[in-house]
């Protein structure tokens, strides 16, 4: 099983990026999935997560307003909007998955993509 995550890049403050994470496994439905970021030195935090069951969504507060989170489960594949990038989410994104019914900010997550690096230029 596998996750696979894309859309990172350098983009000016102010701008905006999709992240895309596609899923390899069986029925993305059961999974909570989320997002997650790191930066250089820094230790990696949960930007956002939605719930296998309600579709509940969470926004860590430093990206409420700005970034949404998004899933497609026929197509196996979640999102995340990012809009209006400062230089301070600068990092590498994670996709990550759990096949948990609870809340999903409260899970370990078990399966990982490989990360895409967003850059955000002041």
């Known amino acids: 099983v596998q996750l696979q995550a894309s859309g990172g890049g350098l983009v000016q403050n102010g701008g905006s990026l999709r992240l895309s994470c596609v899923w390899s496994?069986?029925?993305?439905?059961?999974?909570?999935i989320g997002w997650f970021r790191q930066a250089p030195g820094k230790e990696r935090e949960r930007v956002s997560c939605i719930n296998s069951l309600d579709q509940t969504t969470y926004y860590a507060d430093s990206v409420k307003g700005r970034f949404t989170i998004s899933r497609d489960n026929a197509k196996k594949t979640f999102y995340l909007q990012m809009n209006t990038l400062k230089p301070e989410d600068t990092a590498r994104y994670y996709c990550a998955a759990t096949l948990d019914y609870r809340s999903c900010n409260t899970v370990n997550y078990n399966h990982w993509g490989q990360g895409t690096l967003v850059t955000v230029s002041s």
């Open positions: 496994g069986f029925n993305l439905a059961d999974y909570a």
